[in-house]
């Protein structure tokens, strides 16, 4: 079945420490890519997102992700984190042969230690 | 600001109960959509919408139907619950362009008993 796969479930890192989140897709066509986040208690809300252009894409609160479009993924990045970053983060994709259909993956809870 | 005001946060309801969950949005999106939130399946899309009275089935939409009579507004209907779908159920919207984010609600916990 076409999806979106994210790497990990869970990951634990300390303050400071760099992060990178995996997310692949399976749509062969053309596909808009995002990647929202979750904060305890909060509604998703958009990070970043890739329609075309420069492949490597940066949002909100120090975040980029890379669209690699031979390997289908679009990795979330951060350089540095913050216990404030605490949140579980979503890959979400539109294939466009698709029309409008907004397609999750699993999400990727984050805990970040301070 | 987008709002997408979804009717309830916390619904109890009983097996075989007939549920309907509410969602309304203020920036005239043609776009709306359903999910369900389960721990580590992440939002599994149930049905969409991309005008008045059309629908699409999502990934996962047996069990629940769907009506929008008016643009702004998007309704969930359960036909007859079960303890399966209990979850957290969110409501989303969005232009007809492609181009650009999905907004969604503060979602409804449902708890089938």
């Known amino acids: 079945a076409q999806s979106v796969s994210q790497h990990n479930h869970h990951v634990i890192l300390s303050e400071a420490a760099s992060l990178e989140l995996g997310c692949n897709y399976s749509?062969?066509?053309?596909?808009?890519l995002f990647w929202y986040v979750q904060y305890p208690g909060q509604h998703l809300q958009l990070l970043l997102k890739?329609?075309?252009?420069?492949?490597l894409v940066k949002g909100i609160k120090g975040f980029e992700a890379e669209f690699i479009k031979s390997k289908f993924s679009f990795n979330l990045r951060k350089p540095s984190v913050q216990w404030s970053d605490t949140a579980e983060y979503f890959c979400?994709?539109?294939?466009?042969?698709?029309?409008?259909?907004?397609?999750f993956g699993a999400g990727t809870i984050l805990r970040v230690k301070s | 600001d987008v709002k997408v005001t979804q009717s309830s946060r916390y619904l109890v309801k009983r097996t075989g109960e007939k549920v309907f969950l509410e969602c309304v949005q203020d920036?005239?999106?043609?776009?709306m959509f359903w999910y369900r939130q389960d721990p580590g399946l992440g939002l599994r899309l149930i049905y969409f919408?991309?005008?008045?009275?059309?629908?699409e089935k999502g990934d996962i939409p047996e069990g629940y139907s769907v009506s929008r009579e008016k643009k702004e507004r998007f309704s969930l209907i359960l036909e007859s619950a079960s303890t399966n779908q209990t979850s957290m159920y969110l409501c989303?919207?969005?232009?007809?362009?492609?181009?650009?984010?999905?907004?969604f609600g503060q979602g409804t916990r449902l708890t089938v008993v």
């Open positions: 920036m005239d999106h043609e776009n």
């Open positions: 979400a994709v539109i294939p466009m042969e698709y029309g409008n259909k907004l397609v």
């Open positions: 749509y062969g066509g053309t596909v808009n």
């Open positions: 989303a919207s969005s232009s007809a362009d492609s181009n650009t984010e999905a907004f």
């Open positions: 890739y329609f075309s252009g420069d492949p």
């Open positions: 919408s991309y005008d008045v009275k059309m629908k």
